[in-house]
């Protein structure tokens, strides 16, 4: 059983439109964190939330952090080709935020 | 500035052997975490270190070890491989231990067991 659930677990879109990815846990965390990873490359932080209710935007990224701290979403404007990868959330637990515990992944084709 | 570098790139191994895996963190960081990453799924949390004390541990049977030493660089070990064990393993940095510092991973060591 996932702590962490992703959906969807594939999406192929075309460039130009709008595209949400979710993330879902019955677990609180302490902070959450979004990132890319491309094949053959390790994840590349993107951004991390850690109040609830926390929107944060990153150029055509929004991302929003629940306000129990349970659940993510990341919105995507205008997707490119570029933004094509697999995008991983995790969640922070533990005294020290130590125990990290990262979802299955979107992956995201975004087709010109 | 270098970021974080792994050794070595790939590896094949039989089963029952062993494997160590090396980690350099960005100059300037103190922790180090290493994941477990299978084919079409998300890391898996195998250890954290911080100014060389073990900080988490995930749930990943006493064949895996690991350690970090003074100049925060780190070793992942992994005893009597198994099939099972073939995966994708990173290595990431952070400035301090938790998730409240953010983590930067390296590309990995490809393990191949067969």
């Known amino acids: 059983t996932q702590l962490l659930e992703q959906s969807p677990q594939f999406l192929s879109i075309q460039e130009g439109e709008n595209l949400t990815v979710y993330c879902n846990s019955s677990s609180v965390f302490s902070s959450l964190q979004w990132y890319r990873q491309e094949p053959g490359e390790g994840p590349v932080l993107l951004v991390t939330?850690?109040?609830?209710?926390e929107v944060k935007k990153l150029k055509r990224l929004t991302f929003q952090f629940g306000d129990a701290r349970k659940d993510s979403s990341l919105h995507i404007t205008a997707a490119q080709p570029g933004d094509t990868g697999l995008y991983l959330c995790a969640g922070a637990q533990g005294n020290y935020g130590q125990n990290f515990v990262f979802g299955p992944g979107t992956r995201l084709s975004v087709l010109p | 500035d270098a970021g974080v570098t792994q050794s070595p790139t790939h590896l094949i191994k039989t089963r029952g052997q062993h494997v160590t895996l090396r980690c350099s963190p960005i100059s300037g960081h103190k922790s180090v975490s290493w994941y477990q990453q299978v084919l079409g799924q998300g890391p898996q949390f195998i250890f954290q270190y911080y100014e060389k004390e073990e900080r988490g541990r995930g749930n990943f049977p006493d064949r895996f070890s690991a350690r970090q030493f003074p100049n925060y660089s780190s070793e992942l070990n992994v005893n009597a491989l198994l099939l099972g064990d073939s995966a994708l393993y990173l290595c990431?940095?952070?400035?301090?231990?938790?998730?409240?510092?953010?983590?930067?991973f390296g590309p990995g060591t490809r393990l191949t067991v067969t």
């Open positions: 939330v850690v109040t609830g209710g």
């Open positions: 990431a940095s952070s400035l301090r231990g938790g998730i409240s510092y953010e983590q930067y």
